[in-house]
């Protein structure tokens, strides 16, 4: 449970909408908002919990639990986070373009988002060594790993009546990290004594720790469209995107590339990787090996993403309503996500629902809310990953908690 706690304060400490269905269709008008919106989830298809806790938060992994996360490892294997909180105001006084029904709004937020897409052996190697590897070739080829760290500031403006709404945002990028193994092999002798590498690929660093290295401009939309339902009913469909747009790096980064064959001879693996072995000798191997190293100044995809679903409508008195919906990143690391569940209203004023998600960095995930509404303010707060906190052997832990303040 020390995960949970951890994950908690670490959202309240910032309070990014990324959850599923959180957002609900509601046509109140209002003259002012202030909300917070804030998320923490992290996912892996095949490691489980009990791997990741200790290896986070202290502790020893013995062979039990590392076994049972070997054991659901497949060719391909997905691991990520996806962390942030966004503050915003929206202000439905002041009007924009001389048209009535828009308000403007102002936001201001933190995005972490960053995974790796990987394969058996990989997890292998890291957790177990080469032993079982002998006379046999490791294959780590496919792996993909990126990482962002951006601030941003938002300004936009929204229908009144239904919500929608178009955000224009500058952001900040404060780390990025991107590593792809097109090729990765090493094969190992009977005798232990000789290793072949064989490697294309490349990685991209940064070199300071600079809190401003990149710049970026993106776009939010928040498109909520009526539509007719099952026996004449009303419904909302929304069309969704966060962080779309793209970044530059100004900082120059190092890329190292390689593409080349390498032979150790009398070398067991273990010996390249001592303290005082071939990888950590006090000269440069690079050209050794055959790696390029030069400083780049590049142009990427924000870690935004586009989503089709269908709403809550939070006015509606009927007791139970469906959602469903699909959400798509721009990565390898983050598979197509789908997601469904129902929402049970108690009252005007509470409503809870249960979900099932399949897809993102992990697989089949249960979840659970709930949503409080009053006149002048809201609370909301669950997981997507329900399931997480219970289980060491689950994969992955999710936390959500929303506010909004109306007056």
Same mark, same amino acid.
């Given at each position: ?27 109140? *008008? ?29 502790? $020893?992994?013995?062979?039990? !639990? ?12 997905? %691991? ?11 202000? *439905?006084?002041?009007? #924009? ?13 933190? =995005? ?68 792809? $193994? ?5 094969? @190992? ?11 294309? &690929? ?40 966060? =962080?779309?747009? $793209? ?6 980064? +190092? ?6 064959? %390498? ?9 390249? !990787? ?31 993403? %586009?989503?089709?679903? +269908? ?29 469904? &569940? ?28 709930? @949503?409080?509404?009053?006149?002048? $303010?809201? #609370? ?28």
């Amino acid at each position: 449970m020390r995960i949970v706690a951890v994950l908690f304060f670490g959202l309240l400490s910032f309070g990014a909408s990324a959850q599923m269905y959180m957002d609900q269709s509601d046509t109140t *008008s209002f003259g002012s908002e202030v909300g917070v919106k804030s998320l923490g989830d992290y996912g892996a298809s095949a490691v489980q919990n009990g791997v990741t806790n200790k290896m986070f938060l202290g502790g $020893f992994i013995d062979s039990t !639990l590392k076994n049972n996360s070997l054991s659901r490892h497949s060719a391909v294997n997905r %691991i990520g986070i996806n962390s942030g909180g966004e503050v915003y105001y929206r202000n *439905s006084n002041k009007k #924009l373009f001389k048209k009535k029904n828009w308000g403007y709004e102002i936001s201001a937020g933190v =995005n972490y988002f960053g995974g790796a897409l990987y394969g058996r052996d990989a997890f292998d190697l890291l957790f177990f060594g080469n032993q079982s590897y002998i006379g046999d070739t490791m294959f780590l080829s496919g792996m993909d790993a990126n990482f962002t760290a951006m601030q941003k500031v938002g300004f936009g403006f929204y229908d009144i009546k239904s919500k929608s709404s178009v955000r224009f945002n500058v952001y900040n990028i404060s780390s990025r990290i991107d590593a792809d $193994f097109r090729d990765f092999e090493i094969l @190992q002798s009977a005798d232990g004594q000789e290793l072949t590498l064989m490697m294309d &690929g490349d990685v991209t660093v940064g070199q300071s720790a600079s809190f401003n290295q990149g710049v970026g401009f993106g776009i939010d939309f928040d498109f909520r469209i009526p539509i007719s339902w099952v026996k004449g009913d009303n419904a909302y469909l929304q069309f969704k995107s966060q =962080n779309l747009g $793209f970044a530059y790096m100004y900082e120059a980064q +190092k890329k190292y590339s390689f593409d080349t064959t %390498i032979v150790f001879d009398g070398f067991r693996f273990e010996q390249l !990787l001592a303290d005082n072995g071939y990888f950590n000798d006090s000269i440069s191997i690079l050209d050794t090996l055959g790696i390029r190293s030069q400083d780049v100044n590049s142009v990427f995809l924000l870690p935004g993403f %586009i989503q089709v679903s +269908k709403m809550v409508d939070n006015q509606s008195e009927k007791q139970l309503q469906s959602f469903f919906g699909l959400r798509v990143y721009p990565t390898l690391i983050f598979s197509p996500l789908g997601f469904a &569940g129902a929402d049970y209203r108690f009252n005007e004023h509470i409503h809870a629902g249960a979900s099932v998600t399949f897809g993102g960095f992990s697989g089949l995930r249960f979840g659970a809310y709930g @949503q409080f509404n009053w006149d002048k $303010f809201g #609370l909301g707060i669950g997981s997507d990953n329900f399931s997480g906190f219970m289980r060491s052997g689950g994969n992955g832990t999710s936390m959500y908690v929303n506010a909004v303040c109306r007056f």
